[in-house]
């Protein structure tokens, strides 16, 4: 008997999200999400028998666009059937190892900015220009390994259109403040704890109803609205530790990162970091043996 996938395990949870986090695409436009399975939750011996490596894989891409042609039909329907792609026969999604993906380590992301699909092409489109001028130099070279490399890789050149959609956003209407609190520490006192200062420096610098706090299985992401970021982003996380240490809470002592995603930060040996992608656990699906929330859904009633 076959055995299926389940990925969607709050369909109110991830309804609420796209109702008010997802704008509809403009016609060139697409929203990506992604199945992956984190090697971190994954015993020494399950990383044997599966041939999941410690970083994890990202494993199939849907991407999400308006139906109807002319019309541009957007509602949620359209939005969760991406979704309900990844409630798959477990035959259909094996490791190099042959054996299904373990459903304890899997996690489905969501960017949350729409992706400009005519960047995309762009891209691929001088992607494959490249790896046509290499193959007509291995030709010319009489070079028959490089020939050989080249015709091989040519057949694979528009998958490299997969790897585009994180990069190249059309619309930042989200920025992504991503909280990962210690392994040690992630008890529910030091989550109230967290998501107290997150809230009230949000208050304070951006208004009630312009910022969306999801509670992970690691910790925290705050999606700001884009026009009320006014000043630079680095100010929202110093606030937050401010807080914290106003109220008798140095909440810095249990967060292992607290960056910006899609924003220059500095990583913590003082280098510059310019590009982090802001995909997140999607509220609703499955992230490892739970799912994401979003905990302040009162300040959109």
Request: charged fraction near 30%; hydrophobic fraction near 35%.
């Amino acid at each position: 008997m076959a055995e299926y996938y389940n990925m969607i395990l709050n369909e109110d949870e991830l309804h609420w999200f796209f109702d008010y986090i997802i704008e509809k695409p403009l016609a060139y436009e697409s929203y990506m999400i992604m199945l992956a399975c984190r090697g971190k939750k994954l015993t020494d011996e399950e990383r044997e028998y599966t041939k999941v490596g410690a970083r994890g894989e990202m494993m199939r891409e849907e991407l999400i666009r308006c139906k109807g042609g002319l019309k541009q039909e957007w509602n949620f329907d359209i939005y969760r059937q991406a979704f309900y792609t990844y409630n798959c026969d477990k035959r259909s999604l094996l490791t190099t190892a042959g054996v299904p993906y373990p459903e304890h380590a899997m996690v489905v992301y969501s960017v949350v900015n729409p992706t400009n699909e005519i960047d995309c092409i762009e891209d691929t489109f001088e992607h494959y220009n490249n790896e046509r001028k290499n193959l007509t130099s291995a030709i010319l070279r009489g070079s028959q390994p490089g020939i050989q490399d080249h015709l091989v890789k040519m057949p694979k050149v528009f998958e490299h259109m997969k790897s585009c959609h994180a990069s190249h956003t059309s619309r930042r209407i989200w920025l992504d403040f991503d909280m990962d609190i210690k392994k040690e520490y992630r008890v529910t006192k030091v989550f109230e704890e967290a998501y107290t200062e997150l809230y009230k420096a949000a208050e304070k610098l951006f208004g009630i109803g312009n910022f969306v706090i999801i509670k992970t299985n690691g910790g925290y992401h705050t999606l700001v609205r884009k026009e009320c970021l006014t000043f630079n982003p680095n100010k929202f996380l110093k606030e937050v530790y401010d807080e914290a240490v106003a109220t008798g809470f140095t909440l810095a002592d249990y967060v292992d990162e607290f960056v910006a995603n899609d924003s220059s930060h500095k990583s913590k040996d003082g280098n510059n970091i310019t590009k982090r992608s802001a995909l997140i656990p999607t509220p609703g699906c499955r992230q490892y043996d739970s799912y994401p929330i979003v905990v302040n859904k009162e300040d959109f009633d």
